[in-house]
């Protein structure tokens, strides 16, 4: 009984937004570990995120932690609790299928392996890419892929392929025994309520970033004189 | 004088976080023109859009939309509308910098030109891909990055370098007169203020899947018994 445990463990359920900024925060926290700073005040790091500090210290709040007046959050500390949350304290061996140039540049991403992820198998169906290495794995048969996700006991599956192909790989890595799925082929898949799925589009970068310039360009026309 | 003018349009300043929400919805919305469905109940919009309709509502009455009590939204009219406000329907030539795996993806994928972005030119340092045919387009040298985005009229350029790189394309394409930089490359980039900047980290969609698992393992452990 989830609510029952989730009331045992003493801490309320974390907002949906809450959970989509914390790897934001992560990802400003591993580049001043990177730069060797010892702590963050909320303003620095809301900075960092994009977003107010006041939404910094409320979002992680939820996670028990509330700074040292005047010094700000222990970054390490922070890491190690935003990272916990995130389940980055195991390893996520990931399989992708399907390896275009989107595959192919998920497979030599190198934020994964910093971030808890082990790129584990490399999935097509092409027989001219069967063998060949991308990253540090080789791409293997489709025909593979249950044999792959038992072998490295996967989880988590990406999704690279063409639309036509996307919902077939997704049952495939569902009966498999995968919970979590990425998907970056142009299409809306089904899977069962356990599994975990996301949509990833690339357009929508764009079209928020274009929103902001089109507001700017309303507000402050080039050709209008000033009032 | 932007606050004036914001004022005088006489609608509130659109949070941020509806922004972000806009292209779920207008992707959503560009599903259902697909399938020919007129009108869309906020449930619908919600579901689709993986968030709670009360939600959809005050996100949409933020353009002055408000829908109709027992049928909905129209759905072309919402489209245009959302659209409008994250400025579909003008042309927007994008310039591509970095031709790997990455860049090509972008080069060739297909969810943008339909939202009103046009890959109008790629560039590379590599000798060995001058001339080459992505997508439609040949790939130029760096060299001819300003001649590009002048000839063109690009407003917006997406670096997908490698993080070494990264910065000084930053540089050019804001001399150029590109006012918004889509950011792929693994580096944090300084752009002026006028300029507007996302970063897009590809990890940070399977943290926010992992965080999902992660509380369900810890909510439901398959090996604890019921209480």
Redesign the interface.
Known sequence: ??A???AR?GRPRIPE?T??R???Y??ALL?LVGEQVPTVSSERLAE?AGVNAAKVRKDLSYLGSYGTRGVGYDVSFLVDQVGR????T?D?P?VIVGL???G???A?????SN???RVAALLDTDPALIGEQVGDRPVRHIDELEAAVAEEGA??G?IATTAASAQEVADRLVRAGV????NFA?V?LSVPD?V?L?K???????????????Q?N???PAATP??
């Open positions: 009984m989830p029952r445990n989730a463990n937004a959970v989509s914390l790897p934001v992560l990802r580049e960092l949350e995130l389940g980055m195991r996520w990931v275009g140039n989107l192919r540049a998920l030599n991403y190198r934020g994964f971030r808890g992820f989880a988590v990406i919970t979590a799925i990425l142009p809306v356990n975990s996301r990833v589009d690339l357009a929508i970068e764009l079209q928020i970033l274009t929103f902001y310039q089109n700017q309303r507000l402050c000033s009032p």
